[in-house]
């Protein structure tokens, strides 16, 4: 299994634009095979920052989430409005 956590920080004043890019892509996404869960967040604290917590069956499936043509326009529309993207892959141990 594939675990993601994927931490967003976006540009101040951009987050109506930023959301309106997710919003297209989040039941495509879910949608996929060998998508077991794919939730989108907001820190409390920090409206500017976003967090993605994605679980895949496997790295086909992750594969092929990164090249599908949703996802793609998703990094292409908000390229210029991100300062800051983390990824942390997990291994689930206990």
């Not at 495509?28 to 907001?42: D, I, K, M």
């Not at 793609?72 to 908000?78: E, F, V």
Request: with cysteine.
């Amino acid at each position: 299994m594939i675990i993601l956590i994927a931490q967003i920080q976006i540009k101040p004043g951009q987050s109506d634009a930023f959301l309106n890019a997710v919003k297209a892509a989040i039941t495509p996404s879910r949608a996929e095979a060998g998508c077991l869960q794919y939730t989108f967040h907001r820190e409390v604290d920090a409206s500017d920052h976003f967090v993605f917590y994605e679980q895949w069956q496997d790295q086909t499936a992750f594969d092929a989430h990164i090249a599908s043509d949703h996802y793609q326009t998703y990094r292409t529309q908000t390229a210029e409005l991100v300062l800051d993207r983390k990824l942390t892959f997990l291994d689930e141990i206990l």
